[in-house]
């Protein structure tokens, strides 16, 4: 699913396409942020002695998704554009109609 995602943000970034561009970085944004561990609850305050050195000596730990908690991810993001999209119809149709473009690009990815 994120490789699916780059690569349509790629193919966006060449048409020059600037709301699907922001609608496919936002959804990976999401991904990542999903497979970001929790920090534990005994973690350092900043102390010198437990800063850690070298290469990728500070690199976190990610966790992996499955392919369905991927999909929910992205569904989220789908229904609350859809959400603000409907909240908006009568009030400013236009910001509707351009929610509910990058909600259908978003069920593109998930349809493939």
Not at 36 to 57: K, N, R
């Amino acid at each position: 699913m994120p490789a699916v995602l780059q690569s349509a943000l790629v193919a966006a970034m060449k048409r020059r396409d600037r709301a699907a561009v922001s609608v496919y970085r936002t959804a990976l944004a999401a991904i990542s942020n999903a497979e970001a561990v929790p920090l534990e609850d005994g973690s350092s305050t900043g102390a010198l002695e437990a800063i850690a050195l070298g290469v990728g000596q500070s690199e976190a730990e990610r966790r992996i998704l499955t392919e369905p908690q991927l999909i929910e991810i992205v569904r989220r993001e789908i229904a609350e554009r859809q959400s603000a999209a409907d909240s908006m119809a009568n009030t400013r149709p236009d910001v509707a109609r351009q929610l509910q473009y990058e909600a259908s690009l978003l069920a593109e990815i998930i349809d493939d």
